[in-house]
């Protein structure tokens, strides 16, 4: 069993309500989708081939016990869900960031799913698998990007028509796109309309900057 890997990497996470923890990256070839503002474009390719064991024994070099799944879109390659159960078995918290247009319900429920729901900026918005909001376990996670007004319109009416399906308000993401949206514009839309969500930056862009990779 083997998945094609862009990178694996130690950092720190930086979108979530994991952000500022110490994780290693685990970042899987291959997307599906072509939004509009992504920073990893070098992963929609790039990579090479490795086992399943040992990718956890690289990760296992870390001696951290927080790892990330990240991409591309993970779920694109079959053998993410075992790589997902390595990682467990070897007593480490996994969490995994998808991009919301595949079904999460074949990875164990006890990682933790950080789902992307793609707003209209994006211009992947009809990619999203909206039944992911039934598949969600109370300890997961939903981010949308805001790109724009409308992406923030779009984020609240899903929230307004699936509230009983989402995760806790704290697990709840809006996230500016880095550069474009100001996080005080969006800070204050969230405040105006008395949002039940967090406004979430990325941290590890503001450390270490925009163009960094592997951090």
Known sequence: MSLQVNEIFYSIQGESTYAGRPCVFVRLTGCNLRCTYCDTRYAYEDGKELEIEDIADRVSSYACGLVEITGGEPLL????????????????????????SRDISIVDRRCVKIVDIKCP???????????????????????FVIGRRD???FAKG????????????????FSPVFGLVPPRMLAEWIL??????????QLHKIIW?????GV
Request: hydrophobic share 30%; charged share 30%; glycine share 8%.
């Open 151 to 153: 992406d923030y319109e």
């Open 77 to 100: 390659q079959k053998d993410t869900p075992m790589l997902v159960d390595r990682l467990l078995e070897h007593g480490r918290q996994v969490l995994l960031e998808t991009n919301g």
């Open 158 to 173: 899903v929230l307004d028509s699936a509230r009983d399906q989402l995760p806790e308000a704290g697990r709840v993401h």
């Open 192 to 201: 105006k309309d008395h949002l039940n969500a967090r406004i979430s930056l």
């Open 209 to 213: 900057g925009p163009d960094q990779r």
């Open 121 to 143: 900026s994006s211009g992947q918005a009809d990619c999203n698998d909206m039944d992911n909001l039934g598949r969600l376990a109370s300890h997961d996670e939903l981010k």
